[in-house]
């Protein structure tokens, strides 16, 4: 559970595994497919002011989902919560999907935020 305190809720949706000029990153890799789209969702929040701090909720889309990718999404979540140096523990939704928008991407993530 997260109790949310602020004024201004952001909502990001779409993050997905491209950097910012749209490279793919990670074909095939779900744990750096997770890394990069939790830095574009830091990316995102910094653009408007906020940071992880500020993150509600997380709902992750998995393509193909089951229990033995579990070992891979954590490991992309810590690699990125090092790269941010921030703990990224929030209340999670996690829904498996047929696919995405596009055939590589593994995943996306969508942030809720409350900034001040």
Do not use: H, I
Not at 34 to 42: C, D, G, I, T
Not at 80 to 109: G, H, I, K, M
């Amino acid at each position: 559970m997260a109790v949310a305190r602020g004024s201004r809720t952001v909502y990001l949706a779409g993050q997905v595994a491209r950097t910012a000029d749209g490279a793919p990153v990670g074909a095939g890799d779900l744990a750096a497919q997770v890394e990069q789209a939790y830095l574009n969702v830091a990316t995102a929040l910094d653009a408007v002011g906020g940071s992880f701090d500020d993150v509600a909720k997380v709902t992750l889309y998995l393509v193909d989902w089951d229990p033995s990718k579990l070992a891979a999404l954590g490991e992309g979540v810590a690699r990125a919560a090092a790269r941010l140096e921030c703990d990224l523990t929030r209340p999670v939704t996690l829904l498996p999907v047929a696919a995405l928008a596009e055939p590589d991407l593994l995943v996306e993530v969508d942030a809720t935020a409350v900034l001040e």
